[in-house]
């Protein structure tokens, strides 16, 4: 079994910083991909950041040069500091990992932790 473990998150006033950190846990041969997806109230699902291992690193536009996700591979660990925040950062961010298990990849999330920006 395979569990992504997140932490951080909270409420913070706009230009504020947060740190989210999720962690893979369980029995699995590689992880592919990991990062960040955002759900605002209303609206879809969206990538945040994502780490892909062949070395590359996607963020989205609305999140350059404000968030920077950074990896632990020895700790099978991604995190995402959240800088100068806007209200419009507001939502439950979900961590993702794509993880190559018994043969096969499998796309796991986390269950998601609430950021709130106020204004």
């Known amino acids: 079994q395979v569990q992504l473990v997140e932490s951080g998150g909270g409420l913070v006033q706009a230009g504020g910083s947060l740190r989210l950190s999720c962690a893979a846990s369980g029995n699995f041969f590689s992880i592919n991909t990991m990062g960040w997806y955002r759900q605002a109230p209303g609206k879809q699902r969206e990538l945040v950041a994502i780490f892909i291992s062949s070395g590359s690193t996607n963020y989205a536009d609305s999140v350059k040069g404000r968030f920077t996700l950074s990896i632990d591979n020895a700790k099978n660990t991604v995190y995402l500091d959240l800088n100068s925040l806007k209200p419009e950062d507001t939502a439950v961010y979900y961590c993702?990992?794509?993880?190559?298990?018994?043969?096969?990849?499998?796309?796991?999330w986390g269950q998601g932790t609430q950021v709130t920006v106020s204004s």
């Open positions: 993702t990992a794509d993880i190559f298990r018994d043969h096969l990849q499998y796309r796991y």
